[in-house]
């Protein structure tokens, strides 16, 4: 059994989305962010650096690892699946997660605080995240144009992607020009256990479409945290998702 300490953010619907895939049992632990659980001596003990989301394994000496991207790999690593054992196929799972993890996730994040977020209109910064978002999200257009998943076999590279490309009109990013990527994003979709581990917990607001009642104020709660410089709803400074 895992229990997984999680809250509805991008980077928590990645391992949500995983333990579905792999069929793992685990428990939920919802942290409410904006109430500071996150930085509890309790859950620091499990990550010093007080982000979710964080798995205990219990089934191997209730042994803790955080950061999404660890995550994912460790999970991977458990089962024998979601990464290829050969060492071409492996690396080329983990240059992807990691694109993700050091471009995609970051770049998103900041548009997050700067479009939706932060109570100044910066508008040199809206446009410089927007942009490099885009961008990012074109290279994975490009990739899939060439190949149906971003490494090969559908991965743990796909999953961590798909859970902050879905999110791009949240950044005030346009993808309406990347037929490939949305053609990738509608088979993620289709995925039974990806809808499951999307609902685990389900966000309280529509990520993915503009107009959600609770957008406001969704996005005044987040305001809030960033102005006192403590992590808004779901990513700490880098935006909605307060993880790794």
Do not use: C
């Amino acid at each position: 059994m895992i229990d997984l300490y999680t809250a509805a953010t991008p980077n928590g619907h990645k391992v949500s989305i995983a333990l579905e895939e792999l069929g793992l049992p685990y428990t939920l632990k919802v942290l409410d962010l904006a109430a500071g659980e996150q930085k509890r001596p309790e859950f620091l003990a499990l990550n010093p650096n007080g982000r979710i989301p964080v798995i205990v394994d219990r089934s191997a000496g209730d042994f803790a690892v955080f950061e999404s991207g660890a995550i994912l790999i460790y999970l991977a690593e458990k089962t024998g699946r979601l990464l290829p054992a050969d060492a071409k196929g492996r690396s080329r799972v983990i240059q992807w997660l990691m694109f993700q993890m050091g471009g995609v996730g970051p770049m998103m994040g900041q548009a997050n605080v700067f479009f939706r977020y932060f109570p100044q209109k910066i508008q040199p910064a809206i446009d410089r995240y927007q942009a490099e978002s885009r961008r990012l999200l074109g290279v994975l257009d490009r990739q899939l144009a060439e190949h149906e998943w971003l490494a090969g076999e559908y991965s743990i590279a796909d999953i961590a992607h798909f859970a902050w490309a879905r999110t791009h009109r949240w950044s005030g990013v346009d993808v309406s020009d990347m037929p490939h990527l949305k053609r990738w994003r509608d088979a993620m979709h289709a995925r039974p256990a990806v809808q499951r581990g999307l609902e685990q917990p389900p966000s309280p607001v529509a990520l993915t479409r503009d107009g959600d009642a609770g957008a406001a104020e969704f996005s005044e709660r987040a305001r809030t945290m960033v102005v006192t410089g403590g992590p808004p709803p779901g990513e700490g400074a880098r935006g909605l998702g307060a993880d790794r």
